[in-house]
C-alpha cells in the first residue's frame, strides 16, 4: 500500500497535517492538494481540535507545483488543475480554527503560497521562501493573493516578477513569518504556540479569525462596525462568561464552546 500524501493525527486539542511527498520535495500534484484540502475541512470540523498545524517531513516544506503536472491539458483542463492547487487558501480563509505552518528548508511558489495562506508561521532559521514560479514561465499568482495582504503591491510584484528567494529572517521582517529559530527547536517552537492557541477559548479564536479577515476588503467605519458586533456576540457565550469570572478568581477556566 502506497504511503499517503498527507498524514493527519491529533495530539490533544492540536491537529497535525503533514506533508508526505519529501521524495519530490512534498510538491503539489492533484492528489497532495486534495488531500490537504480534506484535512484542513475534516479537522476545522472536529470539535476536538482547536488549533491546526501543517509541517512537513523531509528536508523541505515544500517546493511548489510538480513540474510534471504542466502539460498534455487543455485550457478548461488547466482552469480545472490551477483550481485545485490554489484550493488551501480559500480553504484556509473560511476556516474557524487557527492554521499554524511550521516551515524549514525550501518553502516556494504554491509552498510559499500555503505559508502565506496559514494564520501564523514559525519557520526554520535555514528557511527559504520564494515566488519563483517565474523562473520557469510561470508566475505565482495564487499565492500573490495571501503574499500582498502581508507585504503590499509593490513588494509583492518584487517578490512573483524576480523570483527572488528571501531568508527567514527577511520574511519574518516583512510579516511572513511570526518566529525564527534553529531547525533543531523548529517542532517545539511550533508546539509552543500551538499549545498556547490551544488554551484560549475556541470561541473568542474564531471570533478573533472571523474578524480580521473579514475587515480586510471593508471600509474603516464598516470594519469597526463589524467587529464591534462580533466583539458584543462573543461577550454573550458561556465561554466568555467563564473566562472573566476564572481570571477574577484566578482560577484556569474551562471553556464550554458555547
Known sequence: MSEPNVIVEKEGNIGFITLNRPQDANTF????ARELNDALVNLDNDPEVRVIVVQANGK???TGISLAEFKNKTPKEYGEFIRKMDEHNHTIAHMKKPVIASVKGYCLANGAGLSFACDLTVAAEDAKFGTTAINVGLI????????????????????????DMITAREAMALGLVNKVVPREQLEE??????RKLAAKSPLALQAGKKGIYGMAD????????????????????QDAEAGVKAFLEKKTPEWQCR
Open 60 to 62: 523541505h516544506f515544500s
Open 29 to 32: 500534484n492533484v492528489p497532495f
Open 140 to 163: 505565482c499568482l495564487g499565492p500573490a493573493a495571501p503574499l500582498a495582504r502581508h507585504v503590499g503591491r509593490k513588494k509583492t510584484l518584487e517578490m512573483v516578477l524576480t523570483g
Open 218 to 237: 471593508m471600509p474603516y467605519e464598516k470594519a469597526l462596525d463589524m467587529l464591534s458586533s462580533l466583539f458584543a456576540s462573543l461577550c454573550c457565550t
Open 189 to 194: 517552537a511550533t508546539l509552543e504556540l500551538a
